[in-house]
């Protein structure tokens, strides 16, 4: 092994992996949680689309509507935003630039996370707002956001710190 790969090898996290290698894993990685997050995305979007051809759809009200709408756009872009990355993987197969696309793809994995959050959050809101009443819904929408804020960004934050 040359100076260049064994530095490669070994990147301070205690893998022996080259760049390639690390490369491939972490888009490996990327790809099963891709897989979790449109399955998600597919069964909200699934839902969001019914409920505009159900007779009691007519009986939402503007606020309602408009956030019905404001959901299915997100629902379009959670569904862009983790079929791009594979897109891209097909777009730059064989060029040699894994590395690069796994720092591109994180991001937009990393986008998606907010966009379902605001989905997973806003798909309650709006049941709740039409079932029962606005105030429970806003209700929904405050802890559903402390819940995403929490065991997303917050517990993370925690667990690197700890380390």
């Known amino acids: 092994m040359d100076r260049d790969t064994s530095r490669e090898a070994h990147s301070g996290d205690g893998r022996d992996e080259s ?10 990685e990327l790809m099963q949680e ?47 935003l983790s079929l791009a990355p594979v897109g891209m993987h097909r777009s730059l197969f064989g060029m040699r630039r894994k590395p690069q ?3 591109v793809a994180a991001r937009m994995v ?23 009443q606005r105030g429970l819904a806003i209700a929904v929408l405050i802890v559903g956001t402390l819940i995403v804020i929490g065991l997303w960004l917050m517990v993370p ?3 690197a710190r700890d380390r």
């Open 110 to 132: 990393k986008a998606d996370l907010v966009v379902i959050g605001m989905l997973s959050v806003g798909v309650p809101t709006l049941i709740v707002d039409f079932t029962l």
């Open 34 to 80: 891709l897989r979790v997050m449109q399955t998600g995305t597919q069964v909200l979007s699934g839902f969001l689309l019914a409920v505009a051809f159900q007779p009691r759809f007519t009986e939402l009200d503007d606020l309602q509507r408009g956030l019905y709408l404001v959901l299915v756009g997100l629902a379009a872009l959670a569904t862009i």
């Open 101 to 103: 696309l796994v720092q």
């Open 157 to 159: 934050l925690r667990i």
């Open 19 to 28: 760049a390639n290698k690390r490369a491939d894993r972490n888009w490996d």
